[in-house]
């Protein structure tokens, strides 16, 4: 019980969103606002949101250094929790193991939209032209039409995603990557891979558990609800688990 009520009454502990390929640090604001349990900050790789006048990176070491430094340069408490959408989802399982491999290490990782390495076929997208490669964004959903039909902003765009495809589908997480943060994952009810999603299950120490909601690729945003409230009773029952014993090098303030 007494822990229980230091739980309750401690800082909120951190949340490091990592978003998928074309996205910013915007791409969660249909989430956080759900997440008054956390002290958000979404990251973003150069080249959009924030970061526009930076050059794109297309290569997935590269990514994975750049959201590293980020969140080393914001993390101030042991209690803190990586979440990832698609792309993100791989880069939250590379960073996750870079933490841990410098003493920091996160009470959980959160990832979605992706079945993990090496459970699917490896695909080269982002060398598509650029009619197959809209209609690729299409057919995954998650981008307004109204972009579609705005060239100059899908002049914007396209690079952006391009980008991403490159640092996801050429993705460098080896096989052995395993964490020992416990990994929660989630996918949509109609994605292709959905039947794969306890692959996740391969690359942690720390314990598993995953569902599956409703929807295609993006269905994170038919669920905020119900994904924050995971993420809450997720962490909380790690922070339960590792109660006795210290959860990172970071001093706790």
């Known amino acids: 019980m007494a822990f229980i009520i230091y739980l309750d009454k401690m800082k909120n502990p951190q949340l490091f969103l990592l978003h998928f390929a074309g996205g910013s640090c915007y791409s969660f604001q249909f989430l956080i ?24 990176l297309t290569d ?16 101030t408490s042991p209690h803190f929790v990586l979440y990832g959408h698609s792309m993100g989802a791989y880069l939250a399982l590379q960073v996750s193991r870079m933490l841990e491999n410098d ?18 076929v490896a695909t080269q997208r982002f060398l598509l032209g650029r009619s197959d490669f809209v209609d690729e964004l299409r057919k995954m959903g998650g981008v307004p039409e109204e972009l579609f ?19 996801a589908e050429q993705n460098t997480v080896a096989q052995s990557c395993v964490v020992q943060a416990p990994i929660y994952a989630m996918m949509g009810s109609g994605e292709e891979q959905v039947a794969s999603i306890a692959n996740w299950g391969r690359f942690t120490t ?26 809450d ?21």
């Open 33 to 56: 606002s759900e997440l008054q349990g956390f002290e958000v900050f979404a990251l973003e790789l150069p080249g959009r949101g924030k970061r526009t006048q930076e050059a794109l």
């Open 60 to 75: 997935f070491d590269a990514a994975a250094q750049d959201i590293f430094d980020q969140l080393l340069a914001k993390l």
């Open 103 to 120: 003493k920091f290490f996160p009470a959980h990782v959160f990832v979605s939209g992706n079945a993990g390495p090496g459970a699917s």
């Open 149 to 167: 039909e705005n060239d100059e902003l899908l002049d914007y765009f396209l690079p952006i995603v391009r980008a991403d495809f490159q640092i």
């Open 206 to 231: 720390g314990g598993f558990q995953h569902s599956v909601l409703t929807g295609g690729h993006f269905f994170i945003h038919d669920h905020p609800v119900a994904i924050a409230a995971i993420l």
């Open 233 to 253: 009773d997720q962490y909380r029952q790690s922070v339960l688990k590792r109660a006795a014993g210290p959860v990172s090098a970071v001093a706790d303030t």
